[in-house]
């Protein structure tokens, strides 16, 4: 009787499928390219770019607004910052600014650089790192980031532009944020600089404030007006820390 009871219990018992695995994920495609650019002490010098070299005198000037940005950054994003440069107009010093930051901080060896642009070819980070179109196309391929080295430092490259092409107002906001944590997955503990376009002459501008970490805001005392400022406010109400930088030196652009 019992070993009827005990048959019985099993069949009127539902058998329960074995929990199916969860789907692993794929990791994404390697996106750091095998391909080194090396960059030319003199080409870079002739273009203001001049933090690579600790030597160089005007190189202390950087290395403040380095040390000033790295200070008022929150302890959680110290190792890991996303640090936009840009201006109210055009012709301000942003992308020799954002260029020899992110030297000045390669220089610092505390994890890896990321200098990424929106600009094309012939223009921005590209034109002031003395690039060809070519080299810029490759760096613009499928989000590519690419090694750039000088004087044994190395500071990786990518253009933004396949990133926000398309895209408008919340979407810009969304996919630099994606865009975000992609370069951090793929070079681990980085410090990101954005060479942004003004605020005052690219409507794509204003989306990237509130996913910054911290915006360096370069005025020119050639080009930018305290209206310019003011009306700047607005763009930067989302921005988490503001850093100005005053350009009025005239040998260098910064």
Not at 113 to 133: E, F, M
Request: overall charge neutral.
């Amino acid at each position: 009787m019992e070993g009827f009871m005990s048959a019985l219990a099993r069949v009127e018992d539902p058998v329960l499928p074995e929990p199916e695995s969860p789907p692993v994920a794929s990791s994404p495609p390697h996106k750091v390219s095998e391909r080194v650019i090396a960059l030319s002490p003199r080409k870079l010098k002739a273009k203001r770019v001049v933090s690579f070299d600790g030597a160089d005198e005007i190189t202390r000037s950087f290395d403040v607004l380095r040390n000033t940005c790295m200070k008022d950054l929150a302890p959680r994003v110290a190792n890991r910052p996303m640090i936009g440069v840009t201006s109210p107009s055009a012709e301000s010093g942003v992308s020799t600014t954002a260029i020899n930051l992110a030297f000045s901080l390669a220089r610092l060896k505390k994890g890896n650089v990321l200098l990424a642009d929106l600009a094309p070819a012939d223009q921005g980070c590209w034109r002031q790192l003395g690039l060809g179109r070519k080299d810029v196309e490759f760096c613009s391929e499928h989000d590519r980031i690419v090694p750039m080295q000088i004087a044994g430092l190395t500071v990786h490259g990518t253009s933004l532009l396949p990133v926000i092409e398309g895209r408008s107002g919340a979407e810009i906001e969304t996919a630099l944020r994606d865009w975000g944590t992609r370069m951090r997955r793929e070079l681990g503990p980085v410090s990101i600089v954005l060479d942004v376009p003004p605020l005052l002459s690219d409507e794509r501008a204003a989306h990237f404030m509130s996913e910054l970490d911290l915006v360096v805001l370069v005025l020119a005392t050639s080009k930018s007006r305290m209206a310019d400022l003011d009306t700047c406010r607005s763009y930067l109400h989302g921005a988490t820390k503001v850093q100005l930088v005053l350009n009025k030196a005239r040998s260098y652009d910064f």
